[in-house]
Structure formats: C-alpha cells, structure tokens
Nanobody, 124 residues
C-alpha cells in the first residue's frame, strides 16, 4: 500500500504561482511513474503532468505547457508541481497519482494510488 499526501494548495490571484508537493510512503517510490491530475467543479478528472520513474521524461497537457513544471526527488520520495502564471481556469482540486504501468503519459485507468487532493483556487 502506498500513501500519497499532497500539500501546497491555496488561493492565489491570476498570474501568481503555487508549488504543490506530494509525499509518498512507498519504499519503492522510484518504481512508480508519477503524475498530477485535476478536477474542476462539474467536470471530469483530467491529466495535467507526467514524470517518468527517474525523472528524465516529462509530459504536460497542452493547457499548462510552459507554465507548469513537474519534478521528483527519489531520495526524498516526493513529487512536485510548480505552477506559474496561474489562470482562473486552473482552479480545481489537484491529485497526485502513482502508477506501476509504463503507459505514457499516465492515464487515470493506470493509476494504482491517489492522493486525497489539494484545492487550488485562482481568482481573477
């Protein structure tokens, strides 16, 4: 069993920045592909960012490319999402996800473990 605990969400004005972090309990953290998803009110959960097991490969949904950066530290069992130039449409609950599958980029159906989610609200 792997526990994922997100932190770093909050309220920010448009154009601002936030950094989300996810701490994993897994002793084999480096064996998991990691990702971030988000779910806005009334919408389905959507993929945001993917990072490979060693961190050498990343992938982003088009709407966040150039603004968000995913990274991981396998020594500390953490994955982060740096979010810059935030827009009101980025408002959502953000979820950290871990998957054993090598499918690229990570899909909801491949996720083995989810975090509890952290709220990000961007005001206009």
């Amino acid at each position: 069993q792997v526990q994922l605990v997100e932190s770093g969400g909050g309220l920010v004005q448009a154009g601002g920045s936030l950094r989300l972090s996810c701490a994993a309990s897994a002793r084999t953290f480096s064996s998991y592909v990691m990702g971030w998803f988000r779910q806005a009110p009334g919408k389905e959960r959507e993929f945001v960012a993917h990072i490979s097991r060693r961190g050498g490969s990343t992938y982003y949904v088009d709407s966040v490319k150039g603004r968000f950066t995913i990274s991981r530290d396998n020594a500390k069992n953490t994955v982060s999402l740096q979010m810059n130039s935030l827009k009101p449409e980025d408002t959502a609950v953000y979820y950290c996800a871990a998957a054993r599958s090598s499918y690229y980029p990570i899909r909801s159906r491949d996720v083995d473990y989810w975090g509890q989610g952290t709220q990000v609200t961007v005001s206009s």
